[in-house]
């Protein structure tokens, strides 16, 4: 019998532009219930530290393979780094 083979949804993003990829993540992140989700300056002051993070790339931390924004959006999620940034 032959290995079922699982197919990473993100792996089919590649048929859309960066552009649109982005676009479906703010879209996505937009539509997260406000009790699941920090404030804008919280928000906001992640990014930038995120920004200046050597372990960033395209994005997405290294670290983890998580996409930064959403990390940054959800309260429960932290900086993946041994010494968190935020």
Not at 42 to 60: A, S
Not at 63 to 74: D, P
């Amino acid at each position: 019998m032959g290995e079922l083979l699982r197919a990473c949804r993100k792996c089919l993003l590649h048929e859309d532009s960066e552009e649109a990829y982005f676009e479906k993540l703010d879209a996505y992140i937009a539509g997260l219930n406000a009790d699941d989700r920090v404030d804008q300056e919280l928000y906001e002051k992640r990014l930038r530290i995120c920004r200046d993070c050597p372990n960033m790339i395209n994005g997405m931390c290294r670290l983890c393979g998580c996409f930064v924004e959403l990390r940054a959006a959800l309260k429960v999620r932290k900086c993946p780094d041994v010494e968190r940034r935020w």
